[in-house]
């Protein structure tokens, strides 16, 4: 931590203020900036579910919490719908809450939003923008805050991580104001604020700081029962509308706190934010429309163009909702051409949603002649640097010149393609033939019902095309891949894979490339399930109707992580109950690995990870790892298996069992324990040694669940291989602080639970009536 | 607080790491541009690119310094770097890597003593070419490449002060890891003093073209909604720079064929041939590696029943010497 107390402070455009408050600087990206600012705040209540790129903010505030560094109470959701659902419910007692997202949890959150907002209850959501699935990207664009323009929340925008900070403070006082009690929403650009990191100026006058924020007041709380309120009544016409001019009321009301509470902070840092961004706009005759880190390159290039002569100006916004219409006409009134940047398109609308705004605020204006152009730039964090603002601004310095507008509407950056690029076009469909070797041979017994299964040798397996090619970019080690080549190994004839989202789906198809060799979907693993039942049910559908060509035998197969069982859930278990013909394969790697390790619900107790952190005050993750396979088996469909990449035999075995159950009979979900090197913090090679004693030591338990009957197809302690988890988790550094003196508590809460489910499952191994 | 100047204090210095994943990149500019901003009186920026960040995969990171009343706007990546410092001897044959190199710029790569780069020829005549065997002194110093190479930079650029950055980095290990913060100080200080400054390897006259890598599909040649039409086109890449200084190297006579090994390899990169012997049912055997794939992750050793898998140091050369290809050259369309 920095330590540098710094009395005279710089402002936004780089002069000295007297601040009332005492700051430090330090040097944050923008998720640790909202990090550092929730800290501050002392939020009672964080709900979150991680996405990139904003789960670096409950991942700093998971390492401070395990320093002892603030108490607020963090809750891992289940996904971000459920996080927007503990957000509400915890705003809805009073105390001050928080979220963070991005993209398509943003969505996925949506539905709960205008709930929240109409509803009048406060609280704090920051969003790193980033674009939205399809084709899935990580990276910065803003049309996941454009899904936000109707949710009815205050929207404020930052540009660098030193706004973060402030606006973080800020959407306090606003939304709690009287006047206002709206939800509010701090948005600032994926990977370029999120992750960039500058210098920023933290407040260490806390009383100072508190003072600024006020306690938290509500007119209502769910948590009085001497004064029952009812929230969220049955209400149709005549009421709704009222409701609703209300809500808007709220939002008229914001339109002038908002610059108070800019100006109060001011008071409190020195650092002042006007609700709109003017730059060189006083004498401009062109100007840029841009949000967040886009116009701040913009401005450079203004610097420029100044320089030699060129009336040019950049605006941007602080406050995207409620929308500053009067300022901007203001602005614009003297402006000759505008361009408009649109970091995300509204389709078919010809031009974003800011365009589309900034044109309605004009339009009122019976006066203003600015020529409006849009540009659609900058999509799934493609950079906009000097170059791309100078291109806009040469557009604009032309129609100003000229009087016309050449093209209102265009996307900016794109490519048109090469006829004589070509993408290298892989390896040929696999053969049926090749893929249909009797690997496994699977019979039902007709007097016992019983399925055996036959396994041919490992070396002859060998040699049996992998349905998934070399050259994906998993880390080396990584178990996901074994664990899918053991299972395609066995299995025969044509197969459809759906992959839900997880480290397996990312490292196979970096577009325009793909490791599978089979039909291969993608759907994000809230749906994944579902998703895979309509296309079997669509399979089943057209060969009753004689319409699919040569009536192929398919089987479906979704891969899922274990995160992806978290999200997932619902979808999964609706699949389940429904009993459509397919496997559902579970590689647990014991947590959310793709976005950088943090805890699932499949995380044992204790265990590191980046939203669990170890330090003086906590010791890893509160809570016991999820049972999965009980799950699905109290769905009771015919097959639930559970196997490690460590038995290949085994888990083959179980594959053709659960292909046969798939073809036959329903649904089929198999849990496979599955070593992930880069963040069980182990080399590389370890796999075989650290799941063996996974195992061994029961944990991990060996077994399936066929037509409801449990049965433990290796059991260490018939063997004579019992051994202790602690040698399991003595060999992984994300559990090596549990063998440190101290934690002999947490040690033995581990090993009850892992006995007390072993047990259980030895029980039903011994009465099949279990 | 040192005052520390900035050869061209109106304008930026910037520096650019090139490197893959888990050698530590990312960690090494984040040490530099907060001691810069902490501690040296200068405004600075940080940041990584990001694609999936799986170990092995490329990494940039980029810093960029500036004086301490000179606001940063931009956060577009660094073009034309006054450093490049390159991580990984292997990234040195690719284009990309010293793309925009200024020639009054300095280059620091990582590589052992008297390895012929006849690729540093296309480096600009003016540029400083500096060369630190990072790797074995990581290795010797139970460090990382990434302390070595902020030693060497700060000992080669004058207004970085070396005894600041090298506290910001023992500052980040101290409580933690005490005997890391020993191992990683040592590396840097060999970093500091062990390297060569390379003379009259540049040939190249300028600056550097910026490259920025154009698609190869369009929005008039992409099969719609982002299919990908081309199935296991991954086989194209090639993934030889995730390993990281040792290869498994197969013993054929050593070999039982128990095809063990294959149900471990995480890559498929094994080369398996079919064989009939005489009336005998036909047996499958392990012909070789193929390193276009292998990561080096070394689990088919662990696996091996017996010696016919070993870990053996990688020379130059010898990957290319061993390779058993798995797929032909049109396959790859390499
Ligand atoms: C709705 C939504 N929320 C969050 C994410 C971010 N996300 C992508 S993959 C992932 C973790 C997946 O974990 P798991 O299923 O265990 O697979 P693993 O990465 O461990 O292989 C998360 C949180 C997302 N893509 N979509
Ligand atoms: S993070 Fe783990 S699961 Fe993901 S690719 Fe790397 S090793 Fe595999
Ligand atoms: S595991 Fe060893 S002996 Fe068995 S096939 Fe592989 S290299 Fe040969
Ligand atoms: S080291 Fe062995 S197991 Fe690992 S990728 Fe290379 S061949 Fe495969
Ligand atoms: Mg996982």
Redesign the pocket.
């Known amino acids: 931590m920095a330590t540098e107390i710094h009395a005279v402070l710089q402002d936004q455009d780089g002069g000295n203020t007297a601040g009332v408050a005492s700051q430090s600087t330090d040097f944050l990206s923008g998720n640790e900036a909202a990090a550092r600012a929730a800290r501050d705040i002392g939020f009672h209540v964080m709900g979150y579910f991680p996405i990139t790129p904003s789960t670096e903010v409950a991942e700093t505030l998971s390492k401070m919490q395990a320093a002892g560094e603030h108490e607020i109470m963090m809750i891992p959701a289940d996904g971000e719908h459920g996080a927007a659902g503990i957000c509400y419910g915890a705003a809805l007692g009073g105390g001050r809450v928080l979220n963070a997202t991005s993209s398509q949890g943003l969505l996925y959150a949506l539905e709960q939003l205008p709930v929240q907002s109409s509803t009048r209850v406060p609280m704090v959501l920051n969003v790193a923008t980033r674009a939205i699935s399809g084709p899935l990207d990580i990276r910065c664009d803003h049309s996941d805050i454009y899904f936000a323009l109707n949710t009815g929340w205050i929207i404020l925008l930052a540009r660098e991580p030193q706004a973060v900070y402030d606006m973080n403070l800020a959407a306090i006082r606003i939304g709690e104001h009287a006047d206002v009690r709206l939800p509010v929403l701090v948005a600032y650009d994926g990977f370029f604020t999120s992750h960039q990191k500058r210098r920023v100026e933290v407040i260490e006058d806390k009383q100072a700081l508190q003072e600024f924020l006020g306690t938290p007041e509500t007119p209502f709380t769910a948590l009085d029962p001497r004064h029952p309120v009812t929230f969220g009544p049955y209400m149709n016409d005549p009421d709704l509308i009222n409701n609703k001019k209300q809500h808007s009321l709220a939002m008229e009301a914001a339109r002038q706190v908002i610059p108070e509470v800019f100006e109060e902070l001011e008071k409190l840092t020195g650092r002042r934010y006007p609700v709109m961004d003017s730059y060189h706009m006083e004498d401009a005759e062109v100007a840029l429309v841009l949000l967040n880190s886009a116009a701040e390159t913009a401005k450079e290039v203004a610097d420029r163009l100044r320089g030699e002569g060129k009336k040019v100006g950049v605006l941007s916004l602080n406050m995207l909702r409620p929308f500053p219409t009067d300022l901007i006409r203001q602005a614009l009134s003297g402006v000759k051409a505008i361009v408009v940047g649109d970091r995300a398109d509204s389709y078919g609308a010809d031009g974003g949603n800011l365009s589309l705004e900034v044109r309605a605020a004009i339009q009122v204006d019976p006066d203003n002649r600015t020529r409006v152009l849009t540009r659609i730039y900058g999509l799934g964090g493609k950079d906009f640097d000097d170059a791309d603002a100078e291109e806009f601004f040469n557009e604009a310095l032309e129609t100003a010149e000229t009087g016309e507008v050449k093209e209102v509407f265009a996307y900016h950056g794109t490519y048109a393609g090469d006829p004589d690029k070509h993408v290298p076009h892989g390896l040929p469909a696999i053969e049926k033939g090749e893929v249909t070797r009797g690997m496994a041979t699977v019979t039902e017994n007709p007097e016992t019902g019983k399925l055996n299964v036959e396994l041919k040798p490992l070396w002859a397996m060998a040699e049996v095309p992998s349905r998934i090619a070399p050259g994906h970019g998993?880390?080396p080690?990584?178990?996901?891949f074994p664990v899918l080549h053991q299972v395609f190994s066995v299995l025969e004839g044509d197969v459809v894979v759906l992959f839900q989202t997880g480290?397996a789906m990312v490292?196979t198809t970096g577009y325009p490339k793909t490791a599978h060799r089979i039909t291969y979907i993608h759907n994000l693993f809230q749906n994944g399930a579902a998703t895979l039942s309509g296309l079997v049910e669509m399979y089943h559908e057209l060969l009753r109707r004689g319409e699919l060509p040569d009536s192929p035998d398919i089987t479906f197969v979704m891969v899922t992580g274990d995160g992806g069982m978290d999200i997932g859930m619902g979808s999964a278990l609706g699949a389940a109950h429904r009993n459509h013909h397919m496997m559902i394969l579970e590689y647990d790697?014991q947590g959310y690995?793709?976005t950088g390790?943090q805890l699932s619900y499949s995380t044992p107790l204790g265990h590191r990870t980046s939203t669990s952190e170890v330090g003086s005050k906590r010791k890893g993750k509160v809570t016991h790892h999820k049972d999965t396979p009980q799950i699905f088996s109290a769905a009771h469909v015919p097959y639930v298996f559970t196997a490690s990449e460590g038995y290949p035999e085994d888990l083959m075995r179980k594959a053709a069992k659960a292909q046969w159950y798939a073809k036959n009979e329903g649904m089929t979900y198999g849990k496979i324990l599955?070593?992930?090197?880069?963040?069980w913090t182990t080399t590389d090679d370890a796999a075989e040694s650290v799941l063996q004693v996974a195992i061994d030591s029961c944990f991990f338990p060996i077994y399936e669940v066929e037509r409801g009957i449990t049965n433990i197809t290796y059991d260490p302690e018939v063997l004579g291989r019992r051994r202790k988890i602690t040698e399991w988790l003595g060999r992984m550094g994300k559990t090596k602080h549990l063998m440190a003196e101290g934690n002999e508590q947490r040690l033995a809460a581990i090993e009850e639970e892992a006995e007390r489910r072993w047990r259980r499952i030895k029980a039903m191994h011994e009465h099949p009536e279990l | 607080m040192n005052e520390c100047v900035l050869p061209d204090p109106s304008g930026f210095f910037e520096i650019r790491f090139e490197s893959i994943g888990g050698l530590g990149a990312h960690a090494a500019g984040q040490i530099l541009a907060r001691a810069a901003v902490l501690k040296m009186n200068l405004n600075g920026s940080h940041f990584s690119s990001y694609g999936s960040e799986?170990?092995g995969s490329p990494v940039r990171s980029y810093v960029r310094l500036g004086a301490a009343d000179k606001p940063i706007r931009t956060s577009a990546p660094i073009d034309s770097p006054d450093v490049i410092v390159v991580f990984h001897g292997a990234l040195l044959d690719q284009d990309i890597t010293i793309a925009g190199m200024k020639n009054s710029g300095t280059l620091i790569f990582n590589g052992p003593a008297d390895e012929a780069h006849e690729f540093l020829e296309k480096i600009p005549k003016g540029t400083r070419v500096v060369r630190i065997d990072a790797t074995n002194i990581a290795i010797e110093e139970l460090s990382r490449p990434n302390a070595v190479l902020l030693g060497t930079l700060t000992a080669t650029v004058p207004f970085l002060d070396g005894d600041i950055v090298l506290s910001t980095l023992t500052e980040k290990f101290a409580k933690r890891n005490p005997q890391a913060a020993a191992s990683n100080e040592r590396a840097f200080k060999r970093g500091a003093e062990e390297y060569e400054v390379l003379e009259g390897v540049g040939k190249g006259e300028g600056d550097l073209p910026v490259i920025r890598p154009s698609p190869v599909l369009g929005y008039e040649t992409a099969p719609i909604g982002g299919v990908i039409p081309y199935a296991g086109n991954t086989v194209s890449n090639d993934l030889s720079t995730s390993r990281t200084g040792w290869m498994p190297l197969f013993t054929a006579k050593e070999c039982i064929h128990c095809g063990l090994c294959a149900t471990v390899c995480p890559d498929f990169c094994l080369v398996w041939t079919h064989e009939q012997e005489g009336e005998e049912v036909p047996v499958v055997r392990l012909k070789g590696v193929d390193y276009q794939y292998c990561k080096g992750c070394m689990r088919c050793i662990e696996t091996c029943p017996t010696e016919a898998m070993t870990r053996v140091t990688e020379t130059p050369g010898l990957a290319d010497r061993e390779r058993v290809p798995l797929y032909s050259q049109g396959a790859t369309g390499a």
């Open positions: 998993a880390c080690g990584c178990g996901a480290c490292v790697n690995m793709n390790a599955s070593f992930c090197p880069l963040n | 799986k170990k």
